[in-house]
């Protein structure tokens, strides 16, 4: 049994409830105990094979003692500031190294590498300083790999949950008012996988024999926005209103449109809420338009696990519903 050290798992943004169902998902199948690392106190009501730990991030003392004995690392590391988020994850990465750690997962679960979006710059450096400390030796000196699953399908599930943990929030295709936004004549697709089946495929990992693939994407389905707005009506039954917006108002921020997804998420003060979920609107639909969303499919190849399609989600999902 290994021991799988998990990083950012108690917060209160996304990752941290992503974290949470990675955890859920690696307990439920039994192969490997687990340290969650948290700069709180330890939680005193453990499950079976986990363990807390309280971790001073600016203290690389604290992190290796955190890592004694670990196999893999998997960081879900999430923050504001570009730079803390790097600086973190740096530290983990040469604690990880200095402690003898086999594996590591950056916090990256979403976009493909080199994105652009602007609050994801702290994932391409984490994969930069990767490249470079393993370049640095003759041999590798960690084995890592980047997951990334593109958009999870289930956000367009919205309002209905399917996980325990991951908080969802409205999204430019919204199949419960029937609504979208678009950039007109745009082509770009992107990937949609699970949530479920993300958490799937890191426990699935952490098991596989081979050499992780540097760049860990996997894939339920890829598609066009225009593709999801058609299958969100056919499973729905009847047409969206569709905002099409000029990639060059979306560049220069002077797009409008009829509504904006709202990020309703503890980690977002309610005040700040209107003005971030504008500019992540604006992220996403620039990030697509790059093709950061259509991410590669090697965990699917590497496993043997399917993948659920997003007509096959979403038409579960939605079925019977008004």
């Not at 307990?27 to 340290?35: C, D, E, F, R």
């Not at 994969?127 to 393993?134: A, D, T």
């Not at 024999?209 to 598609?223: A, Y």
């Not at 979306?250 to 977002?268: A, Y």
Request: with cysteine.
């Amino acid at each position: 049994m290994g021991r799988v050290a998990i990083v950012g798992g108690t917060g209160r943004l996304t990752l941290a409830d992503l974290a949470r169902e990675v955890i859920d998902t690696v307990i439920a199948k039994g192969n490997h105990s687990l340290v969650i690392c948290s700069r709180k106190a330890p939680d005193t009501n453990a499950q079976h094979n986990v363990q807390y730990a309280q971790v001073d991030y600016d203290d690389p003392s604290s992190i290796r003692n955190a890592f004694r004995g670990v196999d893999t690392v998997l960081s879900f590391v999430a923050t504001a500031d570009s730079d803390e988020g790097f600086e973190v994850q740096k530290k983990l990465i040469d604690a990880a190294i200095e402690m003898g750690v086999r594996r590591f997962a950056p916090s990256q679960w979403a976009a493909a590498n080199q994105s652009q979006i602007a609050h994801y710059q702290f994932k391409d450096r984490t994969q930069k300083y990767l490249e470079e400390v393993n370049q640095s030796k003759e041999a590798s000196v960690i084995e890592y790999c980047l997951f990334q699953p593109g958009f999870f399908t289930n956000y367009f599930a919205h309002p209905y949950a399917t996980t325990q943990h991951f908080a969802m929030f409205g999204m430019f295709v919204d199949f419960e008012q029937r609504r979208a936004i678009i950039i007109d004549n745009s082509v770009a697709k992107l990937t949609l996988t699970t949530v479920e089946d993300l958490c799937a495929t890191v426990a699935d990992a952490l098991d596989y024999e081979g050499k992780w693939p540097t760049i860990g994407g996997m894939s339920g389905s890829t598609i066009d926005v225009a593709g999801l707005i058609a299958l969100g009506e056919s499973i729905r039954g009847g047409p969206f209103q569709v905002d099409r917006v000029s990639l060059k108002d979306v560049q220069d921020n002077t797009f409008s449109t009829t509504w904006v997804p709202m990020i309703e998420h503890p980690g977002v003060p309610v005040a700040m809420r209107e003005a971030v979920s504008r500019n992540v609107l604006r992220e996403y639909l620039l990030g697509i338009e790059r093709g950061a969303w259509s991410v590669t499919d090697e965990w699917n190849h590497c496993l043997n696990l399917s993948y659920t399609t997003a007509e096959q989600y979403l038409r579960k999902v939605w079925a019977n519903k008004q």
